[in-house]
């Protein structure tokens, strides 16, 4: 089972691709590694905020086609890509270059249940609407002020 969600943001394809594929950027935005710590390797460690267990990433981006996979485990020696995201931008979609599409794209784990799962495709709907307001504000609720 596949889940995808999209938002429009206001700015640049090439900004929204950057961000998304910064390691340090996602402990920012991405709740299922919370915590999420980036190793010089380009491992990042972070907890699941639903269960405090250990997940552990690693971001594969392709610029050429603003196109990043998100391999993701429970240690270093289990990952997969389950998570895709995809930047399309505004001039593509006869819009501004301005402006671009965020495409993120689940894919469920097959020790998933429905509950579980149900609860991952609401937060990642929580997870593109805070990429879109920190792109669009500069907000990080990381520090106190913008």
């Known amino acids: 089972m596949i889940q995808t969600n999209a938002v429009q943001i206001a ?29 010089s390797d380009g491992l ?16 594969s ?22 998570i895709w995201a995809r930047v399309i931008p505004g001039e593509v979609l006869g819009q501004s270059p301005d402006a671009s599409l965020f495409c993120l794209f689940a894919l469920r784990a097959r020790d998933s249940d429905l509950n579980r799962w149900a609860l991952l495709a609401h937060l990642h709907e929580v997870e593109i609407d805070l990429v879109r307001a920190h792109l669009e504000t500069g ?3 990381r520090r106190d002020g913008p």
């Open 11 to 39: 700015r640049p394809a090439r900004a929204v691709f950057e961000f998304l594929a910064d390691p340090a950027m996602l402990g920012l935005w991405s709740m299922g590694t919370f915590r999420a710590v980036p190793a």
């Open 44 to 59: 990042i460690d972070g907890r699941s905020i639903q269960t405090g267990g250990r997940v552990c990433v690693r971001i």
């Open 61 to 82: 981006p392709c610029v050429e086609r603003l196109l990043i996979d998100y391999l993701v485990g429970p240690d270093p020696d289990s990952l997969s890509p389950r």
């Open 139 to 141: 907000y990080d609720h």
